[in-house]
Structures are given as structure tokens and as C-alpha cells.
């Protein structure tokens, strides 16, 4: 990564000067992003503070914990009812579980902090991963352990850290002194000597983790799934209904897929997509565990799939007629920029830049693929607008698509930003359009071509739903629905 933000984590540099080596909390932190990506984002954002906001949000998880209940074979109630027993059964602390109050097969937990913890504890330390997933509920299995302190021993009280910078190698016993943030203490259930021998196994159980979020994985897997809040929203504008034929191109780990089929009561035909085989085992896994049999699983390119190819999952031969589906889903591979937590996103301009040319391919072969009248959702985990509002300018200018108002509506609206000229552009990036390539063996500078669209009207962009971290709590999301138009032929 070639800079850290502007004035980003001066506590640190302030703590180096002193000579200290405790962790920093994780209320004087912020994402670490590459101060390129930061000034491309410049050029969507009018507003300084919005964006800064958005940046500043992403160090933390989301305000709620959701679940997804799993219709076909249980209830909202139901499902509160057993948790709440496994909480009591376990020890756990109780936490409130309540039903969303517009998608009728939610329910959450709400997540308070950052807590103030007091570490000092002998250090275990984890990688940024590890430490994202501590800080959404999850306990630390034995691979997870970077480090720790000598001499640890089984049910003992430690302090959990992240390593920020990468730097802590595998059965590290020293004192770390670089970067590091707290993220809660727990206590141990085996030795410092098992942690780098174990394959498997909680290792650290959190009982004082900086935000109060419970560990979820694994607890009731046939009728509850952890999903992000915009992630079923998704699902719900697409709009399922019994025996249709519907697409999902690029559907692992199969949340959605399997979501979809709830919605239509697993009357129909699914196809889920994915390119690669074990991805797409992935997705039959979690159908045989939530007891779904209207998906059809395929390992293909599905930016071919107007063309026969050999499916690697079912080693048939596949094609798809054109106008062969009711409703499409395509949730493309994206730069994933409002996933959070995220403690540093080491994601370079060059990288961002490379997403939207093939979420295009995409695009084209779905608007095929659909049928006339049909609906298409267009969804993304990414808060950068060239993935998500100039991907619906694409698609409006060059299909017979209609956008359509994405509800359930529970976002905010998508942006409208005024056109750059290139002189504008340039002096935002600085030499952000300048980046370090490699040809035989040598760095050399190489020049990045970065055009801003004109975006959505300011109409268009109430339909589309961005879900804003700063402002919406959950991550950070974009969701667009169109409708197929008969094709102009003259």
C-alpha cells in the first residue's frame, strides 16, 4: 500500500514518540485506505464531510446483528424462542432479540460500542481477519493465533490485539511493538503450547470483546443464516414468485440463492452460478442444510452462458436460451468497499478501477438472458459509484432496461454528483492517476485512465438504494432494480 489516510492514526506516531507499547482502542482508529482510492472516491462525493463520514464509519460493524429465518421450516417466533434457550443453556449473556419490523423473516440483535476494555492482559495476537470477525461476535479458534505471550496457560485472562501492519509471524513469543488495536479480553481453554498445534478448536473465548455481539456461527444451521440487513433486502426487491424460472450469476456462498427460494416456497427453478466448482459446492451444501431442492447449481462462466459450455459441477453440457428467465439476480464480483469491520482495506486505484469493465460483461449477457417484462437486480457490497450509479447509467443508456424504485426501500438514495472536466479530475487525484506497474522485473510508472460519468438524476437516484454506513448502520450496499422493455428493432 503506498499511504496510510491523511492524519490517520496519529495516536500511533504519538505513542512510538513515548516509547509505549500498550494497543490502541478502537475509538481513536480508522479504516486505513490507500490515499488514491480516497481521491478517486473525491470525485463522487461533493460533500468532503459525507465521505469522510462513510471512511470514518467503516472501522465498525455494522448497529445490528441479523439473522435470516428460514421459512420453510420455521417461524420468527420459533426461532427467538430457541435462541433464548441456547443463551440461558449456555451461560450466555442475554441479549434482546427483536423482529424487523418490515421483512417479516428478520430478526436482530442490536450491537452496543466500543466498550471501554481495559487491556493489559497477557497479548494474544491476531491478524486483521480474525480480528474484524472478534469484533462481529466470533470467539478465536487455535489457526487463528498469530502470537502470544510466553507461558500462557489454559483458562487464563488475555488481551486480544490486532496486528495492523502485517508484520507479527506465526508463534511470535515477543513483546509486539508495532501498531496494534485492542479488540476486548477473554479467557483461554487451552495452553500457549496447544494454540500452534491445534487445527481446530475455540481457542479464546471472548466474554469481554469491545462490542456486544454474540457468537452466532453454527447455532440453529437449518433454520437460521447470518446475513447482512441489505443483503435480504435484495432478495425481497427481486420479488420471487412460485413456479418461476429465475438466475443467479454469481451466487456463492448461496445466501441469496437460498433466500430466493424461500420467498417463492421452493416451487420453481433456481439456477445459481458460480465459476468455481468448489464455490459452487459451497452453494448445494447450504441448499441440503436449509432443506431447499428448487436450486440447480452450475460452475460456468456467466459471462458465456448464451454459449454451451461444460458445466464443471454437474460435467454436463450447459447452455441458456436468451429470454429464457423471469427474474435475473447479479451480485458481481466487486471491490467490496462497505464490508466492515475493516481495520485497512489494501486495496489499490488500479485494482478499483478494474471491477466495473467486467460487472459490464455481465450485465450485457443478463439483460440477454432475461425475458421481456422481466425484472433484473443489480446489487453490490461496494460504496464506490463507478460499481454502482455509473453501472445503472451503463446499463439505462445501452439496454431496453426501465429502473424501477428498489423496495422494500430501507436505504438511502443512491448519488448525484456534478461532471468533472479533466482538469478538475487531475486536480483532485494529484498524480493518483500515476501507479507502479511491473514489466521484467522493473518498476515503472504507468498511466491510469479514470473518466467520471455523468451518473443519475437526481430522480433516478431516489429509486436506486445505497446503504450508507455512517447514516443506515449496516454496511455499505447498493441495490438497483430494472425492468426489460420491449427492444427498439428500427
Not at 500457549?192 to 466474554?207: E, I, L
Not at 464455490?279 to 436450486?295: E, P, R, W
Request: proline share 4%.
Amino acid at each position: 500500500m503506498e499511504e496510510d489516510n491523511n492524519n490517520n492514526n496519529n495516536e500511533w506516531k504519538e505513542e512510538e514518540k513515548e516509547g509505549k507499547k500498550k494497543a490502541i482502542s478502537i475509538r481513536e482508529c480508522k479504516t486505513i485506505l490507500d490515499s488514491k482510492v480516497i481521491s478517486f472516491l473525491k470525485l463522487f462525493y461533493d460533500d468532503s464531510i459525507l465521505l469522510e463520514n462513510v471512511i470514518s464509519s467503516l472501522i465498525n460493524p455494522p448497529n445490528q446483528t441479523t439473522m435470516r429465518i428460514n421459512s420453510l421450516k420455521s417461524n420468527r417466533e420459533e426461532a427467538i424462542q430457541k435462541l433464548n434457550e441456547i443463551f440461558s443453556k449456555e451461560g450466555r449473556m442475554q441479549m434482546e432479540i427483536k423482529k424487523h419490523s418490515i421483512l417479516k423473516d428478520c430478526i436482530f440483535i442490536h450491537v452496543n460500542g466500543p466498550l471501554s476494555i481495559e487491556g493489559g492482559h497477557p497479548e494474544i495476537i491476531v491478524d486483521t481477519k480474525c480480528g474484524e470477525a472478534i469484533m462481529r461476535g466470533a470467539d478465536i479458534f487455535a489457526p487463528g493465533i498469530l502470537g502470544a505471550a510466553s507461558g500462557i496457560r489454559s483458562n487464563e485472562k488475555v488481551s486480544v490485539v490486532i496486528d495492523v501492519d502485517k508484520q507479527v509471524r506465526k508463534g511470535c513469543t515477543e513483546h509486539y511493538r508495532g501498531r496494534k488495536i485492542l479488540v476486548g479480553n477473554g479467557m483461554t481453554t487451552m495452553s500457549r503450547s496447544v494454540f500452534y498445534m491445534a487445527k481446530s478448536g475455540v481457542a479464546v473465548k471472548m466474554n469481554e470483546p469491545v462490542f456486544s455481539s454474540p457468537p452466532l456461527n453454527g447455532i440453529l444451521p437449518d433454520i437460521l443464516y447470518l446475513q447482512n440487513l441489505p443483503s435480504m433486502v435484495v432478495s425481497h426487491v427481486l420479488n420471487p414468485q412460485p413456479g418461476e424460472t429465475i438466475l443467479d450469476m454469481c451466487a456463492s456462498p448461496g445466501g441469496k440463492s437460498t433466500h430466493i427460494a424461500q420467498l417463492m416456497k421452493d416451487d420453481g427453478t433456481i439456477h445459481s452460478i458460480d465459476k468455481n466448482e468448489g464455490k459452487a459446492d459451497i452453494i448445494q451444501k447450504l441448499c441440503n442444510q436449509l432443506g431447499i431442492t428448487c436450486v440447480k447449481v452450475h460452475a460456468l462462466d456467466s459471462t458465456k452462458l448464451l454459449n454451451a459450455q461444460k458445466d464443471l459441477y454437474s460435467k454436463e453440457d450447459i447452455k441458456f436460451e436468451a429470454g429464457s428467465f423471469d427474474r435475473i439476480l447479479l451480485d458481481p464480483p466487486c471491490s467490496g468497499l462497505g464490508q466492515r469491520p475493516r481495520i485497512r482495506e489494501d486495496m489499490n486505484l488500479a485494482s478499483l478501477l478494474s471491477y466495473a469493465p467486467y460487472q459490464r460483461k455481465l450485465m450485457h449477457t443478463a439483460v440477454q438472458l432475461l425475458k421481456e417484462g422481466g425484472t433484473l437486480v443489480y446489487s453490490t457490497c461496494t460504496l464506490n459509484p463507478q460499481e454502482n450509479e455509473e453501472l445503472v447509467r451503463f446499463a439505462l443508456d445501452n439496454f431496453p432496461l426501465r429502473l424501477e424504485r428498489a423496495e422494500p426501500y430501507l436505504g438511502s438514495p443512491g448519488l448525484v454528483w456534478k461532471k468533472k472536466s479533466e482538469e478538475e479530475i487531475n486536480q483532485i487525484l494529484g498524480n493518483g492517476k500515476e501507479t507502479l506497474g511491473e514489466r521484467r522485473g522493473k518498476k515503472q510508472k504507468k498511466s491510469l485512465d479514470v473518466n467520471i460519468g455523468v451518473g443519475l438524476s437526481v430522480e433516478e437516484a431516489s429509486k436506486v438504494q445505497r446503504f450508507d454506513p455512517s447514516l443506515d448502520g449496516t454496511i455499505g450496499f447498493f441495490v438497483a432494480k430494472f425492468v426489460k422493455t420491449k427492444e427498439n428493432t428500427s
